[in-house]
C-alpha cells in the first residue's frame, strides 16, 4: 500500500489516541476489504465527492456541501457522524472552497438531535467526554475560515439546532422545527445550545425555549432571529448555493478576516474588538486581491478573478 493510500485510510478513519478504525466500532476484517473501500473513496474525492458512511461531501466549483445522511435516524448525531463531520472538515480543500453549506438528508429533518440510544446509558465522565466531543466539533465548525451556511430542511432539535447555531448564517425550509427538548429527558444542551441560542436571540427568549423544551416552527424562527429566511423545501437548496455562490465570488481574504472579525470581536469589548478589525483590515492591503479590486473600481471595471492571495 502506497503512502498516499495509508495515509488518507488513517487520515479518514483513525481515531489519534486508540489508532482504531473508528475508535474499534467500524474495523474492517482484512487488508483486501480495506483497500477496496479506500479506492472507491478515492475515485469519489477524484470526482469531487467523498463519501463517508454517515457524511456526504461535494464540491461545486468554490461551494463545498456536507450532507448529514443518517436519514433512517433522522439525521441524529452519534459518535460516528461526529468523527466523521470532524474528517471532512479537515478534507476540504481551502485553496478551492470558499463556502460551505451544511444540511441534512430528506427532506423531514435537518438533524434531529443527538442519538439517544448512544446516551442513554453514559455515565458522568462518559457523558462529559461526549458533549465535549461535540463541542468540539461544532466549535471547528463555528471558527471554520470560511462562511458556513446551514440549510436547514426539517427538524433542528436538541444538537441540531446546536450545529445550526454554529453556522455563520441559517436559512430554513417552511417545515422547520426548532427547539432545546433536553430538560424533558432529564439533561442540559451539551454542544452548546445555552451559550449560542442565548447570544443569538437574546437570554430571555433563550431561557423561554430551554426552560420549556418548546419547539418552535420556521416563521417564529424567523422573527426572533434564529434564522435569516425561510423557503419551501424546493427553494431551500438552490438559494442556499446561491447565496454560497454569491460569497465565494468575493474577495476570500477580505471575507475570512471579516469572519474573524466579528467573532473574536464578540468575545470582547469594544475598545479590543476595534482593534482587532483595525489588524484585519490592514492585513487587506498586503493581498493581491486587494490591489485588483481597487484597482478594477478605480478603473471602472469588472474583477477580474479574486486569486485566493
Known amino acids: 500500500m502506497s503512502q498516499t493510500i495509508s495515509g488518507l485510510l488513517i487520515g479518514l478513519y483513525s481515531d489519534e489516541k486508540t489508532g ?3 475508535s474499534g466500532r467500524r474495523k474492517m476484517p482484512n487488508a483486501r476489504l480495506q483497500m477496496t ?8 474525492r477524484r470526482k469531487g465527492v467523498l463519501k463517508m458512511e454517515f457524511i456526504v461531501y461535494e464540491q461545486k466549483d468554490a461551494v463545498g456541501i456536507i450532507t448529514i445522511s443518517r436519514e433512517k435516524a433522522l439525521n441524529a448525531l452519534n459518535s460516528i457522524v461526529l468523527e466523521e463531520l470532524d474528517k471532512t472538515l479537515d478534507a476540504v480543500n481551502l485553496d478551492e472552497v470558499r463556502c460551505l453549506i451544511l444540511t441534512g438528508a430528506g427532506q423531514k429533518s435537518f438533524v434531529a438531535g443527538a442519538d439517544i440510544g448512544e446516551m442513554s446509558s453514559l455515565t458522568k465522565a462518559q457523558g462529559e467526554a461526549f458533549g465535549k466531543k461535540g463541542n468540539d466539533v461544532f466549535r471547528k465548525l463555528e471558527t471554520f475560515p470560511i462562511p ?13 439546532c446546536e450545529i445550526s447555531m454554529s453556522c455563520d448564517i441559517r436559512i430554513c425550509s417552511d417545515n422547520a422545527v426548532f427547539g432545546q427538548p433536553e430538560v424533558g429527558l432529564g439533561i442540559t444542551p451539551g454542544f452548546g445550545g445555552t451559550q449560542r441560542l442565548a447570544r443569538l436571540v437574546g437570554a430571555g427568549m433563550a431561557k423561554q425555549m430551554i426552560y420549556t423544551a418548546r419547539n418552535i416552527k420556521a416563521d417564529e424562527a424567523l422573527r426572533i432571529g434564529l434564522v435569516n429566511a425561510v423557503y419551501t423545501q424546493e427553494e431551500l437548496m438552490p438559494a442556499a448555493e446561491k447565496m ?10 477580505a471575507v475570512r478576516n471579516c ?9 470582547v469589548d469594544m475598545d479590543e474588538a476595534i482593534v482587532i478589525e483595525e489588524k484585519l483590515f ?8 486587494q490591489k485588483e479590486g481597487m484597482t478594477a ?13
Do not use: H, T, W
Open 20 to 22: 482504531d478504525l473508528l
Open 148 to 160: 458556513v451556511i446551514a440549510a436547514i430542511n426539517g427538524f433542528a432539535l436538541g444538537g441540531g
Open 37 to 44: 473501500y479506500l479506492i472507491k473513496n478515492l475515485i469519489m
Open 259 to 267: 469572519k474573524k472579525a466579528i467573532n473574536d470581536g464578540l468575545d
Open 297 to 309: 473600481f478605480l478603473e471602472k471595471r469588472k474583477v477580474e478573478q479574486f486569486l485566493n492571495k
Open 282 to 289: 490592514g492585513d487587506c492591503f498586503e493581498s493581491y486581491d
Open 244 to 253: 454560497a455562490a454569491g460569497i465565494a465570488k468575493n474577495a476570500p481574504i
